[in-house]
Each structure stands twice: as structure tokens, then as C-alpha cells.
């Protein structure tokens, strides 16, 4: 299994920006894809996962409304838009597979490398 994150970068409060997640190895209808935010000195949180198993996405509070996770089956790529972005949003945004979506970051099987978003203007 192999998970690739871009789209990172500057973003100014209140904007925009899309995260790509490329997956291969893994089927996105038989599993979990789930985005987690690593900031130092803090334990990693779930912020977004879509799952096969589940009838919706489901989203920590603090993004709920903001941000959205959504799949293409065809490209075998799972985004995270971004939107109305705020300060607290910044960290590194890895993806990470599994059967079943977890919010204990190490629960999940196989990670990305994260890809690092900083809001500030």
C-alpha cells in the first residue's frame, strides 16, 4: 500500500485549498481512507475519514461545515477540501489507510508522508 499527500502549502486565513491523497495498493470501495493533522507536541487528530463501510464521512467538530472528504474512485484519490481556513488548521496532513476509519492515529495500517499546510497571512 502506498499513499501520496499534495496540495499543501501557504494558504491566508479564511481561504481555500484542496488536499490529495493518491492511493495504490488499496481499494478505496473495500476500506478506510482518513486524514489526520500532526502539529509538534501534540498528538496526531483525526480530522476527516470516508470509509466504505459507513454511510457518511465523518469529520472532527472543529472542521465540520469547513472542510470536506470525498473520493474518485477512477483515479484512486481521496481529497480533503479545505475551506474557510483558520490559524489552528495549520499542521502536517497525512492520509492513512485501513479496514475500518480510527481516531487513534496509529490504529490505522499505512500512512503517507504528510503534507504541510500553514494558514497565516
Known amino acids: 500500500v502506498q499513499l501520496v499527500e499534495s496540495g499543501g502549502g501557504l494558504v491566508q486565513p479564511g481561504g481555500a485549498l484542496t488536499l490529495s491523497c493518491a492511493v495504490s495498493?488499496?481499494?478505496?470501495?473495500?476500506?478506510?481512507i482518513g486524514w489526520f493533522r500532526q502539529t509538534p507536541g501534540r498528538p496526531q487528530q483525526e480530522i476527516a475519514c470516508i470509509s466504505s463501510s459507513e454511510r457518511s464521512p465523518r469529520y472532527a467538530d472543529a472542521v465540520r461545515h469547513r472542510f470536506t472528504i470525498s473520493r474518485d474512485y477512477a483515479k484512486s484519490t481521496v481529497y480533503l477540501r479545505m475551506t474557510d481556513v483558520k490559524s489552528w488548521d495549520t499542521g502536517t496532513y497525512v492520509c492513512?489507510?485501513?479496514?475500518?476509519?480510527?481516531?487513534?492515529?496509529?490504529?490505522?495500517?499505512?500512512y503517507g508522508k504528510g503534507t504541510l499546510v500553514t494558514v497565516s497571512s
Open positions: 495498493g488499496f481499494s478505496l470501495d473495500n476500506g478506510a
Open positions: 492513512a489507510s485501513d479496514a475500518r476509519c480510527d481516531d487513534y492515529y496509529w490504529g490505522m495500517a499505512h
